[in-house]
C-alpha cells in the first residue's frame, strides 16, 4: 500500500516568509507524528496527534510553529515568519496508535530558510 | 541532556563482515526500542525492534541484543553488504503519557566496502 507523502519535498523561503508543510499518512493510521531533522543529526519529535486532537506540542521550538489535523488524516506544519535556524529536513510519521509503537516516516521535507 | 547514545559516530566494514552499532539509554521507563535505517533524500525506515522482556530477536541479516540491566542495546548485521551503507538511527521510547515519543540517537553512517 502507499506509504506516507510528503509535499513540497524541497522548499526554499526567504527569512520572514511563512511556509506551510502537508503530510498524508497511512490511509487508517490514527497517530500523526512530526519531526524535525538537522543536518547530521536524528529526528527531533515537535508534535503529535491522535486523529485530529493534538496531544502533545510540547517539542514545538516557538510560537512560530503550528501544525493541524484538522479532519483526523492529512496534517499541515505551518511556521511562520522563518528564520535561518528553521532550515531542517521535516519528517512526518504515522502509526497505527494504541499499543502498537511502530512509526512510519515519509520522505521529508527538507526547508531552507535563506 | 541526551537520553540516547549511539556509537561510533561512523563506521566502515568490509562486504560479509559484521556491522556492529551500540546504543545506551538512560530513562529506565523506556520500553520500545526500534532501529531506522535512512539512505540520503529518505525518511528512515524501521528495520526491527524489541522490546526488554526479551534479549535478543533477529530478523534476517539484522538482530537487536538487549541488556536491560546496563541499559544498554546493540544492532548487528551479519554479511554486511554494500547496500546496506546508510545513515542507523536507535531510538527509544515509553514511560507514562508519553509511549508514544521516539527519542533518537544522533545516528552512525555504515559504509560497506564491495
Not at chain 1, 519529535?45 to 516557538?62: I, M, V
Not at chain 1, 505551518?78 to 520522505?107: H, M, W
Not at chain 2, 538512560?26 to 524501521?46: H, I, M, R, S, V
Request: charge should be positive; proline fraction near 6%; hydrophobic fraction near 30%.
Amino acid at each position: 500500500g502507499a506509504g506516507v507523502s510528503q509535499s513540497p519535498r524541497y522548499k526554499v523561503a526567504k527569512r520572514g516568509q511563512d511556509v506551510a508543510l502537508r503530510c498524508d499518512p497511512i490511509s487508517g493510521h490514527v497517530s500523526l507524528f512530526w519531526y524535525q531533522q538537522a543536518l547530521g543529526q536524528g529526528p527531533e519529535f515537535l508534535t503529535y496527534f491522535q486523529n485530529e486532537a493534538q496531544l502533545d506540542k510540547s517539542g514545538l521550538p516557538s510560537d512560530r510553529f503550528f501544525a493541524e489535523r484538522p479532519e483526523g488524516s492529512v496534517s499541515t506544519l505551518k511556521i511562520q515568519r522563518t528564520q535561518q535556524e528553521d532550515s531542517a529536513v521535516y519528517l512526518c510519521a504515522s502509526g497505527r496508535g494504541g499499543s502498537y509503537n511502530e512509526q512510519f516516516f515519509g520522505p521529508g521535507t527538507r526547508l531552507t530558510v535563506l | 541532556q541526551q537520553q540516547v547514545k549511539q556509537s561510533p559516530q561512523s563506521l566502515i566494514v568490509q562486504k560479509g563482515g559484521i556491522s556492529i552499532i551500540n546504543c545506551a539509554y538512560e530513562n529506565t521507563a523506556f520500553d520500545y526500542f526500534p532501529w531506522y535505517q535512512q539512505f540520503p533524500g529518505k525518511g528512515p525506515a524501521l528495520l526491527i525492534a524489541i522490546r526488554p522482556d526479551v534479549s535478543e530477536k533477529k530478523e534476517g541479516r539484522f538482530t537487536i541484543s538487549f541488556n536491560k540491566s546496563a541499559k544498554q542495546f546493540s544492532l548487528h548485521i551479519m554479511d554486511s553488504q554494500p547496500g546496506d551503507s546508510a545513515t542507523y538511527f536507535c531510538a527509544a521510547s515509553g514511560g507514562g503519557g508519553s509511549n508514544y515519543k521516539l527519542t533518537f540517537g544522533k545516528g552512525t553512517l555504515l559504509t560497506v566496502n564491495p
